[in-house]
């Protein structure tokens, strides 16, 4: 199996404050880890990549001071929305890979951001 | 970068139907092409993808076809029923190098073609 899990699977925060999102490979050494944001209705956009022990590697046009990325294990890596505002709020979702191509999604995390 | 376009981007079909949709890639590195199924607040499930090395791929009522000339794939979907209503979500992806060396596939989406099959 492949089984990749994300948590919390939903929350609410203030504006200004900080929201820690986990992603966890539970049956599999993840190489690497990505983590996507979605909007209603639209695709998914990759923010990062991530392996274990290095630093993300972010896309264009996404914030690395704002988001993020630790990647401390190869099971664990976690996404920290810093500063949060209204305009963050969003369907964030992980996947891992165990090398190959493929990738493994996690159920996603909604952020809402009052 | 890969760029990644899908058409169209909302489909409509009885059921019993067949569906069709298409996508297109840039870059001719991709090897790897997944199709996602997404249903209202879950994950991306994969179900069906094909390499490069393979022209088509078919698991029961749903297939895949690429044509890496003119680097467009589809996925076909035949004898639809109400519960394959859903968003659908294609992907491209070529190997990348990270700044360690590691190589990883990276996947590149396209819009989503949101699937009704009316009853």
């Known amino acids: 199996g492949a089984v990749v899990s994300q948590h919390p699977s939903w929350v609410i925060c203030k504006s200004g404050t900080s929201v820690k999102i986990e992603c966890r490979s539970l049956d599999f050494q993840a190489t690497t880890m990505f983590w996507y944001r979605q909007f209603p209705k639209k695709s998914l956009m990759l923010m990062a990549t991530?392996?274990?022990?290095?630093?993300?590697?972010?896309e264009q046009g996404v914030e690395k001071d704002k988001f993020l990325i630790n990647h401390a294990s190869l099971t664990l890596s976690t996404l920290t929305v810093t500063s949060a505002h209204p305009e963050d709020s969003s369907f964030y979702i992980c996947?891992?890979?165990?090398?190959?191509?493929?990738?493994?999604f996690g159920p996603g995390t909604r952020l809402t951001v009052t | 970068g890969e760029n990644v376009e899908q058409h169209p981007s909302t489909l409509s079909v009885q059921e019993g139907d067949s569906a069709v949709i298409k996508c297109t890639y840039s870059?001719?590195?991709?090897?790897?092409f997944p199709w996602y199924k997404q249903e209202l607040g879950k994950r991306p499930q994969l179900i069906i993808d094909i390499r490069s090395n393979v022209g088509e791929k078919k698991d029961q009522r749903i297939a895949v076809t690429l044509n890496k000339t003119a680097k467009h794939f589809s996925l076909h979907i035949t004898e639809t029923q109400p519960e394959d209503s859903a968003v659908y979500f294609c992907a491209a992806s070529p190997n990348v190098l990270n700044a360690g060396g590691t190589s990883y596939g990276k996947l590149t989406f396209g819009q989503g073609t949101i699937l009704t099959v009316h009853p």
């Open positions: 996947s891992a890979s165990k090398g190959r191509n493929e990738q493994y």
């Open positions: 870059d001719s590195a991709s090897n790897y």
């Open positions: 991530s392996n274990e022990g290095s630093k993300a590697t972010y």
